[in-house]
């Protein structure tokens, strides 16, 4: 495939066998910049008689132990850095277990990487320079907002540093600056797209590309946002660990995200065994980042559920891709021994048209027994027409879930605005089990 002005630069589409012969060099120099540089890891491989030379063949890297979110907050907040803090030009961090922050620092270089790399997937899905890019993410210590000004500026996009909330002020400035991308939270942009409704704007959009990750959603929530905005809506996944956004990002295909094998080291595992998955089977992403200066994570469990399919894709790039992360593995719920993300349910909820684009999960334990309630906002016209129409379409809901999730579940209709608005990531999940 030969390389066109349809990529933002040429490692995208290097043949297989090259990327990988650049993707395990990188992986070599990683493993040695950690094992030189930060005692974390120095300890780790001697513990485990490693030497970074014996990593001879990408396979070698199972010999190394992996790294948990608890080993951010054991070298909280400065441990995992390779560099002098003279190095360091920007921190970010992220909430982490036991209360400490993960924290994640970029040298100069860092930076320009990551802004590349995000560049890298903004251009990807059609941003230019004359698009009018509104990056309605957090920009404080979240990787959400900055993560993206700086690639779209990159590219030369005009970049609007909206930030989240004044949901009113955001969209008529949409309107008024003609904006053609966003960027958001899913569970922020069905709120946006609540408001466009109410304000009868929808219209006077020119909206035309939207970016939406950092949380899990699903297939029909897609399906409404592309109708609301007569958008393209395309899945963004990343970490702050890895950078942030731009780890892995959908074509134009819209099958799989592509993850930056020039950047990452990927691999996918059992995560109760940490042993390999077979190839097409679902299990823990582990990454080892190759290009951070700053901070060479090695072997990082990301707690993220997946599939990697090595196949090449028909958009021409080599790299492989993610299948639609279902969520962390720590987010799954397991009622009366039942497996259940959340993600599920909200696929199963946005593809009846009666349902509104707001819901909740509550688990409560009655007699030693699990019960998993679904808070189901509906549209208004619902609320206002036939008890007997309520009745049906919660009986409606319930038989849904339980083809899709094998479970029983109870369901509560409730009306628009009922449940909290989300900014930034949706919080879906009451547990009240250990109460
Ligand atoms: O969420 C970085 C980001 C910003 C990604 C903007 C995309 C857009 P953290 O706050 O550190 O970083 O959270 C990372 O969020 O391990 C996943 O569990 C989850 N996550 C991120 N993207 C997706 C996605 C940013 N597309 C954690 N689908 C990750 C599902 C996602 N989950």
């Known amino acids: 495939m030969p390389w066109n002005d349809e990529y933002w630069d040429k490692e995208e589409v290097l043949p297989q066998k090259e990327l990988e012969e650049l993707q395990f060099k990188r992986l070599k120099s990683a493993i040695r910049r950690a094992y030189d540089h930060v005692e974390f890891y120095r300890r780790r491989l001697k513990e485990a008689n490693i030497d970074p030379d014996d990593i001879k063949k990408p396979d070698d890297i199972a010999k190394i132990p992996f790294t948990k979110r608890e080993h951010f907050a054991q070298n909280y907040p400065f441990g995992l850095f390779a560099v002098p803090k003279e190095r360091i030009v920007r921190i970010h961090t992220s909430s982490g277990t036991s209360g400490k922050p993960k924290v994640v620092g970029y040298t100069a270089k860092d930076i320009e990487t990551w ?6 997937c903004l251009y990807m899905v059609g941003v230019r320079p004359g698009d009018v890019f509104q990056n309605m993410s957090n920009y404080a210590f979240f990787t959400g907002g900055l993560g993206f000004h700086y690639a779209a500026e ?111 080291f990927i691999e996918v595992v059992d995560p109760k065994t ?55 593995s720590d987010d799954m719920l397991i009622v009366r021994g039942i497996n259940v993300f959340p993600s599920q349910i909200e696929h199963v ?27 189901v906002e509906v549209r208004d016209e619902i609320f206002t027409g036939e008890l007997r129409d309520l009745k049906e379409l919660q009986q409606k809901i319930q038989r849904a879930l339980q083809r899709e999730l094998l479970l029983r579940t109870n369901v509560e209709l409730v009306e628009k605005g009922s449940i909290e608005r989300s900014m930034g990531k949706a919080k879906r999940v009451i547990d009240l089990r250990s109460i």
């Open 349 to 375: 909820l946005m593809q009846i048209p009666e349902v509104g684009d707001n819901f909740q999960i509550v688990l409560t334990r009655k007699e030693e027994l699990d019960e998993i309630t679904v808070r």
């Open 154 to 264: 990159r590219i030369g996009a005009v970049t609007i540093p909206a930030g989240v909330g004044n949901t009113e002020r955001q969209i008529q400035y949409m309107v008024d600056f003609g904006t053609t991308a966003v960027h958001a939270t899913p569970s922020y942009a069905m709120h946006v797209k609540e408001v466009v409704e109410e304000m009868g704007v929808a219209d006077k959009l020119k909206l035309r590309i939207g970016c939406f990750g950092a949380e899990p959603w699903s297939e029909n929530t897609r399906k409404r946002l592309e109708d609301a905005f007569g958008i393209k809506a395309y899945d963004s996944y990343g970490l702050s660990e890895m950078n942030g956004p731009g780890v892995a990002f959908e074509c134009k295909e819209q099958h799989g995200l592509h993850i930056w094998a020039d950047h990452y």
């Open 115 to 120: 802004a590349n790399m995000v560049a890298r």
């Open 274 to 328: 940490g042993e390999p998955v077979g190839e097409g089977e679902k299990g823990e992403l582990v990454l080892t980042a190759l290009t951070k200066e700053a901070m060479p994570i090695l072997r990082y469990r990301t707690g993220d559920i997946t599939i990697i399919e090595n196949e090449k894709c028909a958009c021409g790039r080599t790299h492989p891709r993610l299948m639609r992360i279902l969520g962390r």
